[in-house]
């Protein structure tokens, strides 16, 4: 990437995936059994299992920031996705266990290393009335994949060569390479389109799916509204009439707006607060999972962090448990990697085990020529304070080596212009790619990547990125990943120091509420007392 790029046009490549920006795209991967079976079958969804699902009523949901675009081709802010999913559909969900069930795919298979063929429902249809085929599916890649269209998204399916569509009902997916995080890039953001609905209107302005809820109106700065679609594919769902969004951007105007009853679901509310609202009566909070990995990226580009050794000593000088006690307030999980429990990914692994070891941070320094200490940036978007605080509590930790940490809150556009142009030593970050850890390392620390965002090159991450991606056997993966965040760990340029728990706040009415690692807000399932 050009140091010369302009946040306009980062925001363009990278809408799908960021970091420390409120933007997220997920997947998961069933890591059990054997991927060349017959899998998909159609179970009970979790999130629909809190009583007797009851149709009717309106959802006013306040999420945390405001859409910009609906075309799932760009996948561009996390805010817009929480809309849009509701609106399309996928082939292929998670559930809240990990396990992968059907989308517009009732089921799948892997012909071989690289061919997969899913069969699709039959009775899906958009929202303009057009009936749901294998040639959707086939037009979605195809426009994906076309380079003349740019859209952000196709980088995370180059193995894919095509898509043909096998008859009405059934879409065979040909592969340049074997892909094993297939399934997880799946389910991560290629919702359905149909191409007719894309020529009738603008889709990132009305979006046209064959998803729960049809999209009604957006007034920009105020609100979205979906109304449930009447044919939608599955029986019986959604139950709601409707919902709309608001995106209120404090965490306290959010819960006054709960508790008031402007709204009935929340995102989030001020951590501080959590042990108190768990007691409330009047406020009811979904089960919470860690699904935010929050961690610091480290300049690999240029002196001094180009310095292994520099980089291993800030880890072995930094607390984690402190920052998650006096910033997070148990909002997070201490933890080395992106994936702890209870992902079937979580490893344990942490290569500054023990730690905080000053006396072997320092001579580590020592080693690197650097005892007489260092003056370093940190970069930390000042609309995110709970990050500015992260920083506060670093520069104490790494005064204890001799480290001076100059915190710099900056507002979007500076921030934003400032990493993709590496002019930085450390920034906080955090990102919503949990599901298939493939999607947390190879954007950020692979050498072609765009998302790489702290320079680091090395042929030997590449090889383990290459390899880990490109197998195919879901077990062979699992025994390959401890090892390779324990390399990334000492070799790499990120540090995890915790993951948030994902949890979201209701009335006491609203049921079916559960936070997915794929961060999907699905709200065909939840209903109203």
């Known amino acids: ?40 079958a159609p179970g ?49 969900y998670v559930d809240e266990s990990g396990q992968f069930i059907p989308g517009l795919a009732k089921s799948w298979k892997q012909e071989n290393d690289k061919t ?41 399916f180059a193995p894919i060569e095509g898509v043909e569509a096998v008859g009405q009902y059934q879409a065979r997916f040909h592969l340049s390479r074997p892909c094993g995080p297939l399934l997880a890039l799946l389910a991560q953001a290629t919702e359905i389109v149909n191409e007719k609905a894309l020529k009738e209107k603008d889709p990132k302005l009305f979006p046209i799916g064959t998803g729960p809820y049809r999209f009604v109106e957006w007034v920009k700065d105020d609100h979205i509204t979906l109304e449930r679609w009447e044919k939608y594919h599955r029986p019986g769902r959604p139950y709601l009439d409707r919902i709309i969004f608001y995106a209120p951007a ?14 009935n679901w929340i995102q989030t509310v ?49 607390d984690r448990a402190e920052i998650v006690k006096l910033v997070y307030f148990g909002s997070h999980v201490v933890t080395a990697e992106p994936t702890p429990e209870p992902s079937p990914w979580s490893t344990g692994v ?34 995110v304070p709970v990050l500015v605080k992260t920083g506060e509590i670093l520069r104490e930790q790494l005064k204890r080596i001799g480290i001076t940490l100059e915190v710099q809150p900056l507002e979007s556009g500076q921030y934003f212009e400032a990493l993709v142009g590496k002019k930085f030593d450390i920034a906080g970050a955090w990102c919503s790619v949990t599901v298939d ?9 692979h050498s072609t990547s765009a998302w790489n965002f702290t320079g680091f090159k090395s042929e030997e991450a590449d090889r ?57 807000l699905r709200f065909e399932d939840v209903w109203m007392a």
């Open 1 to 40: 990437m050009s140091e010369a790029i302009t946040r306009r046009q980062w925001l363009h490549r990278a809408g799908g995936f960021a970091v420390g920006a409120g933007v997220g795209v997920g997947a998961q991967l069933d890591i059990g059994g054997h991927i060349d079976a017959l899998v998909g």
């Open 44 to 92: 009970i969804r979790a999130a629909a299992a809190q009583g007797q699902g009851k149709r009717g009523g309106t959802l006013r949901v306040a999420t945390v920031d405001k859409p910009v675009n609906m075309d799932p081709g760009y996948a561009q802010l996390y805010s817009s996705l929480q809309v849009y999913q509701n609106v399309y559909n996928k082939l292929v």
């Open 116 to 156: 997969w063929l899913f069969d699709l429902v039959d009775n899906a249809v958009f929202h303009n009335g057009e009936p749901f085929t294998a040639n959707d599916v086939a037009f979605t890649f195809a426009r994906i994949l076309d380079p003349k269209n740019k859209l952000p998204m196709r980088i995370f």
């Open 250 to 263: 404090d965490d306290t105007v959010r819960l006054t707006g709960l508790q008031t009853g402007r709204f």
């Open 270 to 318: 001020p951590p501080q607060r959590i042990p108190e609202l768990e007691r409330a009566r009047d406020i009811k909070a979904s089960p919470g999972r860690p699904y935010f990995p929050f961690f610091f990226m480290l300049n690999a580009s240029k002196p001094p962090l180009n310095d292994k050794r520099l980089r291993q000593a800030i880890g072995w000088a930094l």
């Open 350 to 383: 942490n290569a500054q085990k023990g730690g905080p070891d000053i006396a072997r941070a320092r001579q580590l320094m020592a080693d690197a020529g650097a005892a007489g200490g260092l003056t370093l940036t940190y970069l930390v978007k000042s609309q």
């Open 437 to 445: 850890p493939d999607m947390f390392y190879n954007p950020l620390q």
């Open 464 to 520: 383990r990125l290459d390899a880990f991606r490109s197998t195919a056997s879901a077990a062979a993966r699992k025994r390959m990943y401890p090892e390779l965040v324990r390399w990334f760990q000492e070799e790499g340029s990120l540090i995890v120091f915790s993951n948030e728990i994902q949890r979201y706040w209701t009335k006491p009415n609203v049921n079916g509420v559960v936070p997915l690692a794929s961060l999907e």
